[in-house]
């Protein structure tokens, strides 16, 4: 069974800067491919970010891209969301997975099978 746990959610001023864990077991981590997405209040959740197992490749969302960065450390069994830049529209719950995608298929929400509880982030104007 999967575990994910995410933390590291709140409120910060636009342009402030979070950093979202998601802490997890050695197997899953060394194992699936991690992802971050997010949901907005009436909106469907989308693609975020996400990292390969193997390679450490990367894909993220063009509305993020060069502002979040997904990193993984395999000896803490943790993923983590560097986010910056912050925007109102960053608001969202945000939800970690692990998944048995390719590298080529990061974006790919229906692999991810496994979910964390989400984290709240809200940006304010």
């Known amino acids: 069974q999967v575990q994910l746990v995410e933390s590291g959610g709140g409120l910060v001023q636009a342009g402030g800067s979070l950093r979202l864990s998601c802490a997890t077991s050695?197997?899953?981590?060394?194992?699936?491919?991690m992802g971050w997405f997010r949901q907005a209040p009436g909106k469907e959740r989308e693609f975020v970010a996400a990292?390969?197992?193997?390679?450490?490749?990367?894909a993220y969302a063009d509305s993020v891209k060069g502002r979040f960065t997904i990193s993984r450390d395999n000896a803490k069994n943790t993923v983590y969301l560097q986010m910056q830049s912050l925007k109102p529209e960053d608001t969202a719950v945000y939800y970690c997975?692990?998944?048995?995608?390719?590298?080529?298929?990061?974006?790919?929400?229906?692999?991810?099978?496994?979910w964390g509880q989400g984290t709240q982030v809200t940006v304010s104007s």
């Open positions: 997975a692990a998944g048995s995608n390719t590298a080529a298929s990061l974006r790919d929400g229906a692999r991810f099978s496994s």
């Open positions: 050695r197997r899953t981590i060394s194992t699936y491919a």
């Open positions: 990292i390969s197992w193997g390679s450490g490749d990367t």
